[in-house]
């Protein structure tokens, strides 16, 4: 069942919205453990950050994979984040492979990214596909295919359904926000040569709260209007 409540974690699709407590307590850090053999993180989902939860960049590690950087936190690679609340119509992008879907950044993301750029070389640009000082950024769903169509789970008013991506703007002015899932790190040069390191996200949930009968959405100033 879906909680509509930010003083709690609902397990739902594989993936857990959270709230202000903490999301990682089911992982154990052995890495103080004398015996190197047992030196393993334990974790039966992963890694959960509600918005406003704290990132320890103690514990957060950045290493190479076959190809990219990798991200752990506390020796597991699963870790999910989750946006703000965004208000208005959902925006989707077509880019040249897939569709992306338009989400709010939130504190942990930011903290995220601080943690992410302590551990690589200095004055290294580390960031999102987005603009620095944006508020928002597009992010691909983990979308599945039906009927011919790519759709995104989404708890609509707490109802499970499977949203074509190109339908998910028709839901209508609506509170809106997702967990995001880290797919570790893209490295490459910027226009001045310096380094960037691009961390990879997507969506692994989305939930939507329909707006009540007594609010206005105003698209031309992005936020709701109560009705006087």
Known sequence: MFIWNDGLSVYYFGVFYCSSTSRDTDVIDMSDSDDDDEQTAVSDEGNFFGP???????????????????????????????????????????????????????RVLEQFRQAVASKLEKKADVGYYSRADAETMAVFPNAVKRDGKYCLNVIVDGTE????????????????????QCK????????????????????????????????????????????K
């Open 161 to 180: 359904r499977n949203i074509p991506l190109n339908d998910l703007g028709k839901l209508g002015p609506c509170k809106m926000d997702a967990m995001l």
């Open 184 to 227: 570790g790190v893209v490295s490459n040069k910027n226009a001045a040569g310096q380094a960037r390191h691009t961390i990879k996200l997507s969506i692994a949930s989305m939930r939507v709260q329909s707006l009540p009968a007594d609010f206005v959405y105003n698209p031309t100033k992005s936020f709701i209007k109560k009705y």
């Open 52 to 106: 406003n939860d704290d990132i320890n960049a103690a514990s957060l590690n950045v290493f190479k994979s076959e190809k990219n950087l990798n991200i752990s936190y506390n020796n597991d690679v699963r870790i999910y984040l989750q946006t703000d609340e965004f208000v208005g119509d959902i925006a989707t992008y077509e880019g040249e492979f897939a569709r992306s879907v338009l989400v709010k950044k939130s």
